[in-house]
Nanobody, 119 residues
Framework: QVHLVESGGGLVQSGGSLRLSCAAS????????MGWYRQAPGEQRELVAM???????DYTDSVKGRFTISRDNAKNMVYLQMNSLKPEDTAVYYC?????????????WGQGTQVTVSS
């Protein structure tokens, strides 16, 4: 059984910053990739960023230069530092875990944390 628990969401003004954290627990040894996806109201869920066990990263174009994904393998944690936030970043953000470093290929999802950016 695998559990992913996110924290760090909230309300922030446009231009502000937030840091999301996600703790993974359970039988996670065979899973290589951790990531963050988001879903805005009325929109499809989309990749924000993902990171392999070795530190290779992939970002969606709209967050490049503003968001940074990182992980601590010893603590089974993944983080998303979000800077220069925009109202269009408002969404529920989901932590993910997957066996492969492939966009959209996710084995486990967290429960989600709300990020709201006011203009």
């Amino acid at each position: 059984q695998v559990h992913l628990v996110e924290s760090g969401g909230g309300l922030v003004q446009s231009g502000g910053s937030l840091r999301l954290s996600c703790a993974a627990s359970g039988s996670i040894f065979s899973f290589n990739t951790m990531g963050w996806y988001r879903q805005a109201p009325g929109e499809q869920r989309e990749l924000v960023a993902m990171i392999s066990h070795g530190g290779t990263t992939d970002y969606t174009d709209s967050v490049k230069g503003r968001f940074t994904i990182s992980r601590d393998n010893a603590k089974n944690m993944v983080y998303l530092q979000m800077n220069s936030l925009k109202p269009e970043d408002t969404a529920v953000y989901y932590c993910t875990l997957g066996r492969f470093f492939i966009r959209g290929l996710v084995d486990y999802w967290g429960q989600g944390t709300q990020v709201t950016v006011s203009s």
